[in-house]
């Protein structure tokens, strides 16, 4: 098991950076494929970008693709997500997720991950 705990969150003007910081409790940090996930009120829970064990491998929304970037240190037990050129649409809360076996069909879902931190809030102004 993993606990996960999201932090950097705050307000932006449009055109503004942020980075969020996930920290996970435990050795085994680097057994855990990592994501991003953001919801906004009145919608559903969105995928934003994901990272493999290793940090090898990264995948991103498109719609965030270019903008942001995850990343992770294994030694901190930290996954990263750098947001930059912020958008009003990028409004939301933002979550953390970790799994340790995610199938690459459906990591871009919600239903891979079975760990999931508090969320952080983005709000972006315009």
């Known amino acids: 098991q993993v606990q996960l705990q999201e932090s950097g969150g705050g307000l932006v003007q449009a055109g503004g950076s942020l980075r969020l910081s996930c920290a996970a409790s435990?050795?085994?940090?680097?057994?855990?494929?990592m994501a991003w996930f953001r919801q906004a009120p009145g919608k559903e829970r969105e995928f934003v970008a994901a990272?493999?064990?290793?940090?090898?491998?990264?995948f991103y929304a498109h719609s965030v693709k270019g903008r942001f970037t995850i990343s992770r240190d294994n030694a901190k037990n930290t996954v990263f997500l750098q947001m930059d050129s912020l958008k009003p649409e990028d409004t939301a809360a933002y979550y953390c997720?970790?799994?340790?076996?995610?199938?690459?069909?459906?990591?871009?879902?919600?239903?891979?991950?079975?760990?999931w931190g508090q969320g952080t809030q983005v709000t972006v102004s315009s």
């Open positions: 435990g050795r085994t940090f680097n057994n855990y494929h």
């Open positions: 990272i493999s064990k290793s940090g090898g491998s990264t």
């Open positions: 997720a970790a799994d340790p076996s995610v199938r690459i069909v459906i990591a871009t879902t919600s239903d891979a991950y079975d760990y």
